[in-house]
């Protein structure tokens, strides 16, 4: 049940999907695999809309250099907190009906089982595909959605992986490609960020149709989008 503190905060969602589409929000389980420039607007924006519980899955600790698109971590942050305790203080007071939850450490075949014990969906802000992978066959095994997300430069990438109804991850990019630094504009991180959860949001509520065999591309130095039919 919403309280009716509730009830007003998330009244323009109300207005899309219904009381039992926001209950339906608040009491799903989402991990956010990494807590970067994609994870940042994503942890924000799925404890914005309302989602019951939210798990920050990253080992990392917030570098200078991260700060022009990882919006979750600030100066005080840099050098100190690891991204998911430096996220989950600041998500708290954003929405304190969400409960935040935190990992920190790397996703291995050891301890997915354990990490990911529970969650209803899985966000991929991941930048390399080895442990994207690690994700897919879990979400495979367990049958739950993955939510993919990538960026470059002004380009991002979004495709959501249904067990049963979906080809895999594995399947639509069989080839990994070794991540180094690269470049990045961190408003390409947020359009990217912002279109994953709404597909969590559609996978969750049922309301709208989400990228089922369908990969969108958005090139934003050209201001492209594109679907292409998987």
């Not at 989602?51 to 990882?70: A, F, H, K, M, T």
């Not at 595909?129 to 993919?148: C, M, N, S």
């Not at 960026?151 to 067990?163: D, F, K, R």
């Amino acid at each position: 049940m919403l309280s009716e503190r509730e009830l007003e905060r998330y009244d323009r969602q109300i207005m899309l999907f219904g009381v039992e589409g926001q209950e339906k929000l608040k009491r799903a389980k989402v991990a956010v695999a990494g807590v970067g420039g994609l994870g940042s607007p994503v942890a924000y924006y799925l404890v914005a809309a309302g989602v019951g519980r939210v798990l920050l899955i990253d080992d990392q600790i917030p570098e200078l250099s991260n700060l022009n698109r990882q919006i979750l971590h600030w100066e005080e942050d840099v050098g100190k907190n690891p991204k998911p305790l430096s996220a989950k203080w600041k998500l708290e007071r954003f929405n304190s009906d969400v409960r935040v939850e935190t990992y920190v450490g790397k996703l291995t075949e050891e301890n997915v089982n354990e990490v990911l014990d529970g969650v209803d969906v899985i966000v991929d802000c991941l930048d390399n595909f080895e442990t994207r992978y690690l994700l897919d066959d879990y979400a495979h095994k367990v049958g739950i959605p993955l939510v993919h997300g990538a960026v470059e430069g002004m380009y991002g990438q979004v495709t959501t992986i249904v067990p049963g109804k979906t080809k895999r991850l594995r399947d639509i990019f069989p080839k990994i490609k070794k991540t180094g630094k690269f470049p990045i504009l961190g408003a390409t991180a947020g359009v990217i960020a912002s279109i994953q959860v709404a597909e969590v949001v559609k996978l969750i509520t049922g309301y709208g149709e989400p990228l089922l065999n369908k990969l969108l591309l958005v090139d934003l130095a050209n201001n492209i989008f594109e679907i292409v039919e998987i």
